[in-house]
């Protein structure tokens, strides 16, 4: 098994920034692929951006490269998302997952934390 917990989120300007974290226990982080996803009310789950175990490889949406960059630090357990230039349409729910299988696919990922909210206001 593997436990997620999200922070960093919360009530930021458009244009602004906001850096989440995402904490992993459970097993080795270190072989674990891991992405950053959102939801937003009355809308489905939508991916944002994927790294693998080693933060060789990335993957991202076209609707956040170039404004949304994700990192992880294996020393620390943690993934992270940076989030510049932050719209009012980024208002979501922010989910961590960790799978072994793809960077991309909501189906590689079969643990997730409880979610981070982020509101962007106009």
């Known amino acids: 098994q593997v436990q997620l917990v999200e922070s960093g989120g919360g009530l930021v300007q458009a244009g602004g920034s906001l850096r989440l974290s995402c904490a992993a226990s459970g097993r080795t982080f270190s072989t674990l692929n891991m992405a950053w996803f959102r939801q937003a009310p009355g809308k489905e789950r939508e991916f944002l951006g994927g790294?693998?175990?080693?933060?060789?490889?990335?993957g991202y949406a076209g609707s956040v490269k170039g404004r949304f960059t994700i990192s992880r630090d294996n020393t620390k357990n943690t993934v992270y998302l940076q989030m510049n230039s932050l719209k009012p349409e980024d208002t979501a729910v922010y989910y961590c997952a960790a799978g072994n299988s793809g960077i991309t696919s909501i189906s590689s990922f079969p643990y997730w934390g409880q979610g981070t909210q982020v509101t962007v206001s106009s």
């Open positions: 790294i693998n175990w080693s933060g060789g490889s990335t």
